[in-house]
């Protein structure tokens, strides 16, 4: 136990962690992110700002996941806006998953670059806004069919305080990898009303099949209240003939030394809603950013079935002891009923950990925590190895680990 801890030290210069899942930085406004933010030390530019965030551990998962051991996740930012209309930004990974497979072995390093131009003029009172290539995660609706998923194309928006439309073209396929899409989104008055379709525009050339996949076509509602903390969404869909729908509610309050945060959600899927993905889905991209998704998307489900309803809990409790010590608790449980064999599939991820942040004014801390969330095909890894498995993206393995997350 005591080289173990003492070699997750080694890798700590500065710490920052909450005992939150790992996520994936913003690629884009960087600017907005870190003006007037005493945790970020790197001295801004005129026309450039820099970002670094990294992610150490040691977690006893041996051969169950890529990322145990002792490694290491650093994501570094980079933002260039020669003038006040384009921003050119490069999110750059640098990992070693696990140092038990030899010295400095294996280890990835990889740049997502996006560029984002702003239209001088606004028309009326929209403003017009376009990015192309890294589009970093996307939904269409609010993840009924396509859910948190990593994009790469254009997206363009026109849009003002109370309306909004989008355009995005994927050359990923967002389910599979064998397509495009085209989707065309709008949200209008704050979004109590919205809706779009989304497009599959490649047929024997790339997904091999024989005519092009049904198109989706939805419609949408959210809102929230009492100053944020009341909230529902609401997704209907059809596809190829088939309807499916989803209802969430979500309540987050902050008080004092404790936050919570909860939704309840119910999804239902009709047979042939998900034709040509089930049985077929590929993640592709597989890291160590991706364990704050929820098991709930449909890519899970459609490994097995698209006849199926989901019910689910997402409940985040953070509790600050003092400056020093703090608690967090995640939790997410539900259910998979598959209405085409009467099965019923139960599942329920955490992650429990405890906080020690020892310097005054900042979220450096280490975390000690528990958890059984696992990335099912992590070995896959990026840029060079990529998924086609047709296997959730998530299995249980319960673990426990030390981590740090460090930002300058």
């Known amino acids: 136990m005591r080289p173990f801890l003492a070699s997750l030290i080694c890798f700590i210069i500065s710490v920052q962690s909450q005992a939150e899942y790992p996520f994936a930085r913003k690629n884009h406004d960087l600017a907005s992110e870190i003006k007037n933010n005493s945790q970020r030390l790197i001295p801004e530019f005129q026309f450039a700002r820099f970002a670094i965030d990294g992610d150490t551990w040691a977690r006893s998962l041996g051969i169950n996941d890529f990322y145990h051991g002792v490694g290491y996740w650093i994501q ?5 806006n020669p003038n006040p209309f384009l921003f050119i930004n490069i999110r750059t990974i640098a990992y070693s998953g696990s140092s038990s497979e030899g010295y400095a072995n294996p280890t990835g390093f990889y740049n997502l670059i996006s560029f984002t131009g702003n239209w001088p003029q606004q028309f009326n009172t929209y403003s017009l806004k376009l990015r192309i290539v890294d589009l970093e995660r996307q939904n269409i609706g609010f993840g009924l069919l396509v859910q948190d998923r990593e994009m790469n194309g254009a ?6 305080e109370n309306h909004n ?13 064998g397509d495009d899409l085209v989707n065309a989104q709008t949200q209008l008055f704050h979004d109590w009303i919205g809706g779009g379709a989304a497009f599959w ?13 049904d198109p989706y076509y939805y419609i949408t509602s959210s809102h929230k209240f009492f100053e944020n903390q009341l909230g529902y969404e609401v997704e209907f869909g059809q596809r190829n003939s088939a309807h499916s729908g989803l209802i969430a509610f979500s309540f987050n309050r902050q008080k004092d030394f404790l936050s919570l945060q909860s939704k309840l959600e119910a999804r239902n899927y009709q047979a042939g809603f998900g034709k040509d993905f089930v049985g077929r889905i590929e993640h592709q991209y597989v890291s160590y950013d991706q364990y704050d998704k929820a098991y709930t ?4 489900l459609f490994t097995k079935s698209d006849r199926a309803s989901i019910y689910t809990l997402h409940l985040n409790i953070k509790y600050e002891i003092n400056d020093t010590w703090k608690l967090e608790s995640l939790n997410e449980i539900g259910t998979f009923d598959f209405r085409d064999n009467n099965e019923y599939s139960s599942f329920y991820f955490y992650r429990a950990g405890i906080d020690y942040c020892p310097i005054e004014k900042r979220d450096d801390c280490i975390s000690m925590f528990t958890s059984n969330k696992v990335l099912n095909v992590s070995y896959s890894r990026p840029p060079h190895q990529l998924s086609y498995s047709n296997v959730p993206l998530f299995k249980r ?4 680990g ?4 460090f930002r300058f």
Do not use: H
Not at 76 to 80: D, F, S, W
Not at 165 to 177: E, K, M, P
Not at 201 to 213: A, E, F, G, H
């Open 76 to 80: 570094g930012r980079t933002e260039v």
């Open 155 to 160: 997206l363009i928006q026109l849009s003002n």
């Open 165 to 177: 439309f989008c355009l995005l073209g994927d050359s990923t396929g967002a389910l599979v990898s």
């Open 201 to 213: 525009t490649q047929s024997q050339s790339q997904s091999q099949l024989p005519k092009n996949r």
């Open 297 to 300: 998307n449909a890519m899970n």
């Open 397 to 400: 393995v319960d673990y426990f």
């Open 402 to 405: 030390f981590e740090g997350r």
